[in-house]
């Protein structure tokens, strides 16, 4: 089973990011990254995706349509297991407060700090036995 990371955020520049910083674990095969440029393409790839492939997905907050703290009680609806790590430039109280009440796993803050979303992405590995 490949393990697999959504990530949502509607600009187009995250996924040569997010492709550039696990480089190497995409490279080896350790886990494959999803791409939705919006909640409601996220909601899509998310339903076709093998139940016990998906580990994690990391959403922008800010988004035009569907925000990311509508998409997080959606996803939690379809796949309750999967931990939903919310990621946003307005990192205040109140923001933070919506996301876990909503069920969300953790929040980040732009720009992301890379080391430490490995780190969250070796845990949830580690939790389906795929650790390195």
Known sequence: MT?????????????DLFRQQFRRE??????AMGFAQSASQALEQIS????????MVCSD???????????????KAIRPNV??????????ED???????GGAAGLMTK????????????KRLDEHGLGA
């Open 111 to 122: 720009p992301v700090d890379f080391v430490a979303l490995r780190l969250e992405i070796d």
């Open 48 to 55: 076709i995706l093998d139940e016990t492939s998906l580990v």
């Open 61 to 75: 907050i800010n988004m035009p349509g569907m925000t990311g703290l509508e998409l997080l009680p959606k996803v």
């Open 83 to 92: 931990p939903v790590l919310m990621i946003t430039a307005y990192g205040d």
């Open 3 to 15: 393990a697999h990371i959504m990530v949502v955020d509607d600009e187009p520049d995250v996924t």
């Open 95 to 101: 923001t933070r407060r919506r996301a876990l009440e």
């Open 26 to 31: 995409l490279r080896t095969g350790r886990f």
